[in-house]
T-cell receptor, first 113, second 114 residues
Framework: DAGITQSPRYKITETGRQVTLMCHQT?????MFWYRQDLGHGLRLIYY???????DKGEVPDGYVVSRSKTENFPLTLESATRSQTSVYFC????????????FGQGTRLTVV | AQSVAQPEDQVNVAEGNPLTVKCTYS??????LFWYVQYPNRGLQFLLK??????LVKGSYGFEAEFNKSQTSFHLKKPSALVSDSALYFC????????????FGKGTHLIIQP
């Protein structure tokens, strides 16, 4: 089906472990984004990508790594998970044009224990 | 730097009454403004956007928003609220020609009472 999908939907991991959140979109959108949603903070941008092999930091990039070898995939890796990274993570994509809206995935609820 | 403020954590409205969810923004250039809605355990859904042109923009589900450049505001409105409008609403801004990601406000819980 067309759209943007995230996996897994729910994840529990232990402090210090590496975990990767997956994001896949079928629209061939140029831009892809990772946000985290926390109470009292709204959504904050972690990383974004303007095209394959082009990534850049957002507002809260520390502790996260991204890659984008293919246009349709934009995985987010927590290299050594910490409790402060417990959050809901959203992936989004948008066309190249800057005035177009972003489309969001369903989110991944990550708990670090 | 761009920023968005949603001054109300929660807005309560009786069903059938008009509703307003407030948003003010700050950018150094021309703003691209968006409203999104989030239902429980779901992703964000796009409602409407202002890029240029008419200050009153219409969007999905009967919502509209008014862009006011002098007050740097982009308030979301609906003439007659429905219980099904109850959700979390986010205002977002992107500076035209500037940084690439959307900057979101903290969100406003809209509660429509029957």
């Amino acid at each position: 089906d067309a759209g943007i999908t995230q996996s897994p939907r729910y994840k529990i991991t232990e402090t210090g472990r590496q975990v990767t959140l997956m994001c896949h979109q079928t629209w061939s959108h140029s831009y892809m984004f990772w946000y985290r949603q926390d109470l009292g903070h709204g959504l904050r941008l972690i990383y974004y990508s303007a095209a394959a092999d082009i990534t850049d930091k957002g507002e809260v990039p520390d502790g996260y790594v991204v890659s984008r070898s293919k246009t349709e995939n934009f995985p987010l890796t927590l290299e050594s998970a910490t409790r402060s990274q417990t959050s809901v993570y959203f992936c989004a994509s948008s066309r190249f044009d800057r005035d177009t809206e972003a489309f969001f995935g369903q989110g991944t609820r990550l708990t670090v224990v | 730097a761009q920023s968005v403020a949603q001054p109300e954590d929660q807005v309560n409205v009786a069903e059938g009454n008009p509703l307003t969810v407030k948003c003010t923004y700050s950018v150094s250039g021309n703003p691209y403004l968006f409203w999104y809605v989030q239902y429980p355990n779901r992703g964000l859904q796009f409602l409407l956007k202002y890029i240029t042109g008419d200050n009153l923009v219409k969007g999905s589900y009967g919502f509209e928003a008014e862009f006011n450049k002098s007050q740097t505001s982009f308030h979301l409105k609906k003439p007659s609220a429905l219980v099904s409008d109850s959700a979390l609403y986010f205002c977002a801004v992107r500076e035209g020609g500037g940084a690439d990601g959307l900057t979101f406000g903290k969100g406003t819980h809209l509660i429509i009472q029957p």
